[in-house]
C-alpha cells in the first residue's frame, strides 16, 4: 500500500515554495542609496518578487490527482477492481469523480456518468468514500427500476387508477425506504471489499466505515434506516429525505404529465 495516499491526514495539500523564490529574495535586491523615492499613484506593482498565491485547502482542483492515485492503488485489490469494472458497465463508461460541494459526503449523479466527492473529504475516508459510491453506480438498475415503478404509479394516481401502497405520505416512505435498501446492500459489498483489502494490502482500518456495525453492533436494514433518518445538524435533513424530495419531484412531474395530456384531449 502506497503509504503517501492512505497514511491518516493524507490528502491535498498547499502548493510547495518555488525553487526560485530563494534566488530573487527581497535581501538580495540593491538598496536603494539617497532619500526615498516617493511612490507615484501611476507606477506599477514594486520590482521583486510578488507572494504566491495560495490556493485553499477546498480548490477541487486539488484534490483530482489524490482521487486517482488512490483509485489506482485501490484497483490492486482484486475485488476493488471488480466493483470498478461492475460500475464502469453500469453506466457504459468509467466513472468521472469530482470534487463538489453537495448535500452528502459522497454522491453519484447517474445522468451525467460521476461520483461527487465533498471538499472536506480527505485521506483514507476520502477513498472509502469514493469506493462506496461505486456500489450505488454499479446497482443503477435497481435504483432506476425503483424509480421508474415510482413513476407510473404517481401516474395512475393522477388518473384516478386503482393503486396499491397507500396515500402519498406512505408511497413516499416507502420509496425512501426501497432507494436505502438498495444502499445498504451496497454497504454490505463496501465491507467485503474494504475487509479484503485491509487483510491482503493493507489498507488502512479506518477504511472499512461499516465493518463494526455489519458484524456486530449493528447488523440489520431496520437499524442502518433508523440512523438514515436522523437529521444533520448542520443541514437540518436527514440521508433519507434526499430520496423524499425525489419522490415528490416524480410525482410533480407525473401530475404535470397527466394534466398536459388531459389538456390535449380537452378533457375537464
Not at 432506476?144 to 394516481?157: G, H, L
Request: aromatic share 6%; charged share 30%; glycine share 8%.
Amino acid at each position: 500500500m502506497t503509504r503517501g495516499i492512505f497514511k491518516a491526514g493524507s490528502g491535498p495539500s498547499l502548493p510547495p515554495k518555488r525553487k526560485h523564490d530563494e534566488l530573487v529574495s527581497p535581501i538580495r535586491t540593491p538598496v536603494q542609496e539617497g532619500p526615498a523615492k516617493k511612490k507615484q499613484r501611476t507606477e506599477g506593482p514594486p520590482a521583486g518578487p510578488q507572494p504566491t498565491v495560495q490556493r485553499p485547502p477546498t480548490d477541487p482542483s486539488m484534490h483530482a490527482a489524490y482521487d486517482q492515485l488512490a483509485h489506482e492503488e485501490m484497483l490492486k485489490n482484486p475485488k476493488y477492481k471488480q466493483l470498478a469494472e461492475d460500475a464502469a458497465a453500469a453506466q457504459d463508461k468509467p466513472v468521472n469523480v469530482i470534487t463538489k460541494d453537495q448535500v452528502q459526503g459522497g454522491m453519484f449523479y447517474s445522468g451525467k456518468g460521476q461520483v461527487g466527492l465533498r471538499p472536506d473529504l480527505t485521506g483514507p475516508k476520502r477513498a472509502s468514500v469514493m469506493a462506496f459510491e461505486l456500489t450505488n453506480v454499479a446497482q443503477q438498475k435497481k435504483f432506476s427500476k425503483v424509480t421508474s415503478d415510482a413513476f407510473q404509479t404517481e401516474v395512475n394516481a393522477a388518473l384516478g387508477k386503482h393503486i396499491v401502497g397507500g396515500d402519498l405520505n406512505a408511497r413516499r416512505e416507502n420509496f425512501a425506504k426501497s432507494m436505502e435498501r438498495i444502499e445498504y446492500n451496497g454497504i454490505q459489498r463496501h465491507h467485503d471489499v474494504m475487509k479484503d483489502g485491509i487483510q491482503s494490502q493493507g489498507w488502512p482500518k479506518e477504511m472499512d466505515r461499516f465493518g463494526k456495525r455489519l458484524e456486530g453492533a449493528d447488523p440489520s436494514f431496520e437499524s442502518y434506516w433508523a440512523r438514515q433518518n436522523v437529521k444533520d445538524a448542520k443541514t437540518g435533513k436527514s440521508h433519507s429525505d434526499v430520496y423524499r424530495a425525489q419522490f415528490d419531484n416524480i410525482a410533480a412531474k407525473a401530475s404535470e404529465l397527466v394534466e398536459k395530456s388531459k389538456q390535449q384531449q380537452g378533457v375537464k
